[in-house]
């Protein structure tokens, strides 16, 4: 016999269960733990990575401005005759 052959011969003996709300809510729970220990292991490194972005970025707007400031620079030379 084959796998799924088993898994429905397995699946066909046993009785159908009514499903009730204190099932669907262990269920939920169980999932909702796993969720909020994926998001608390990766929320730090996120905010790193966003801190590194906004920092560069800033870094990156004054060197342009500086650089663009230099080009419209006037110079003015008064010479005494």
Do not use: C, N
């Not at 796998?3 to 066909?12: I, M």
């Not at 009785?15 to 909702?32: C, Q, V, W």
Request: aromatic fraction near 4%.
């Amino acid at each position: 016999m084959s796998r799924k052959s088993k898994a429905k011969a397995k699946a066909s003996q046993t009785p159908p269960k009514h499903i009730t709300r204190s099932d669907i809510e262990a269920k939920f729970g169980e999932l909702r733990g796993e969720v909020d220990e994926r998001a608390q292991a990766v929320k730090v490194p996120a905010i790193a990575v966003a801190a590194g972005a906004v920092v560069l970025t800033l870094v990156a707007a004054y060197w342009l401005g500086k650089r663009k400031g230099k080009k419209r620079q006037l110079v003015l030379e008064i010479r005494r005759i």
